[in-house]
Nanobody
């Protein structure tokens, strides 16, 4: 069964960096799978932070563009976060969304990032 496991969160001062990792089980990465990172803060829905298509296209939320980079290797999705700001604080979730012919969606358990001012 496919699964996602995040790590790399923690407490960092403003201006610092963190790299989040999302280890995927075999078969998650594919040309018709979109991998994403979302952020959630208390009382709010999950917001898209960065997206990586199976073809390699990247998209970022305006608030993180130029500071965050999404990437992957054979088994792991990454989110490099530089110049962190207090508003980047939240729980970060890895997401995999598979499109046709067989559609499914996976979420990781989340990893918490706290940026102090």
């Amino acid at each position: 069964q496919e699964r996602l496991v995040e790590s790399g969160g923690g407490l960092v001062e403003a201006g610092g960096s963190l790299r989040l990792s999302c280890v995927t089980s075999e078969g998650v990465f594919a040309i018709n799978t979109i991998m994403s990172w979302y952020r959630q803060t208390p009382g709010k829905p999950r917001d898209l932070v960065a997206m990586l298509t199976g073809g390699g296209s990247e998209n970022y939320a305006n608030s993180v563009n130029g500071r965050f980079t999404i990437s992957r290797d054979m088994t792991t999705l990454y989110l490099q976060m530089n110049d962190l700001k207090p508003e980047d604080t939240g729980v970060y979730y890895c997401n995999a969304r598979r499109y046709a012919p067989s559609s499914w969606e996976l979420w990781g358990q989340g990893t918490e990032v706290t940026v102090s001012s």
